[in-house]
């Protein structure tokens, strides 16, 4: 598939959602310090509380997040998700309390979830031969960004404890006003589903997806990773 523009945004999506997930592991017992979790001990249960947050937000908002692009389009959703992690980066760069980082690795996880989003994208605009290598592509892209996410961390709090989440939330900033300027809506209107109260329990969606034929093992093989 050509490296066109939207296909560059959309690898880069994927990287910083990747980088999210992993950029707090090596700064996780001085982050815990700082906002006062207490001891070693202490600070290894509340990072587990915080990493679990994050995990779940993920999961439980995913499907809603996907029901929302198939009504209201691609563009705004992956836009929208960018803009707020960048502000909940900045948040948890100064949160001095457990509660407000708790708080903001659960709305990274929120923003996180356009990965459905991003590879929903990928499908409208790839023509049926080249959905292989984009998804390949779209695969190694996370790859990367789940392992430059502790590099980056570790590297980056050795200026600062906190500056893993400037750094985040400046590559999220440039990246949203990418989208903006170059991302056209891949989703025509005559293609867009009504958003129903059904949308809102993200176990329907699950559901859904292990009934169609052939989808089921697949889906408990990406779990059990």
Not at 139 to 156: C, E, K, M, R
Not at 176 to 181: C, E, P, Q, T, V
């Amino acid at each position: 598939m050509k490296l066109s523009g939207p296909f560059l945004f959309i690898l880069a999506t994927m990287l910083i959602d990747a980088i999210g997930v992993g950029i707090v592991f090596p700064i996780m017992p001085d982050l815990m310090d700082r906002v006062g979790a207490g001891d070693t001990a202490q600070g290894a249960f509340w990072g587990g509380i915080m990493m679990s947050a994050y995990a779940a937000a993920m999961f439980l908002v995913g499907p809603i997040i996907g029901s929302l692009s198939d009504a209201y389009g691609r563009r705004p959703i992956l836009v929208l998700a960018l803009a707020t992690l960048t502000i909940d980066y900045v948040i948890m760069a100064l949160a001095e309390t457990y509660w407000v980082l708790l708080v903001g690795r659960i709305l990274a996880g929120l923003a996180g979830a356009t990965y459905i989003t991003a590879t929903a994208y990928i499908a409208d605009i790839a023509k049926p031969e080249e959905r292989g290598a984009a998804f390949g592509m779209i695969g190694a892209a996370f790859g990367i960004g789940f392992v430059l996410g502790p590099a980056l961390g570790g590297l980056a709090s050795g200026w600062h404890i906190t500056a893993p989440f400037w750094i985040a939330a400046g590559l999220s900033a440039l990246n949203a006003l990418f989208g903006i300027f170059i991302l056209p809506e891949s989703l025509k209107p005559e293609n867009r589903r009504r958003f129903g109260k059904g949308d809102l329990n993200p176990f329907a969606s699950i559901w859904k997806a292990f009934i169609l034929p052939g989808l089921a093992i697949p889906l408990i093989c990406l779990f059990v990773f």
